[in-house]
């Protein structure tokens, strides 16, 4: 199994979440989430005074599914989440080594 966690501007995830779902992926996470990538954070001088820009609001997606989803679900995210300007996010894709359903108990890619 795999997670996709995906960093995006918050106005792509309705457009993210309707590709993935495509994909016949049932289970999707998100937060709200604020931080800065390779740009730190920023200052603006408005009206003579020294303003920090506070980090951007971000969604933050995840998705736990099988290993040949992968590469679907990364592509459903860049094509639906990219807009071609800085701060349209990061897309991490790590090995899962358990999956439990609380409720049955049941392990691996049945839980998910």
Known sequence: MIKVTGIIRPHKLEQVKTAVAALGV?????????????AP???KWLAGERHIIP??????IEVVAQDDLKDAIVRAILEHA???????????VERVSEAIRIRTG??????V
Not at 26 to 38: C, E, I, K
Not at 106 to 111: C, I, K, Q, V
Request: aromatic content about 2%.
């Open 26 to 38: 049932t289970g999707l996470n998100v937060a709200d989430v604020r931080g800065t990538g390779n």
């Open 41 to 43: 954070e920023g200052e």
């Open 55 to 60: 980090f951007p609001l971000r969604a933050k």
């Open 82 to 92: 990219r807009t071609g300007e800085p701060g349209d996010g990061k897309i991490m």
């Open 106 to 111: 049941e392990r691996g890619e049945s839980a």
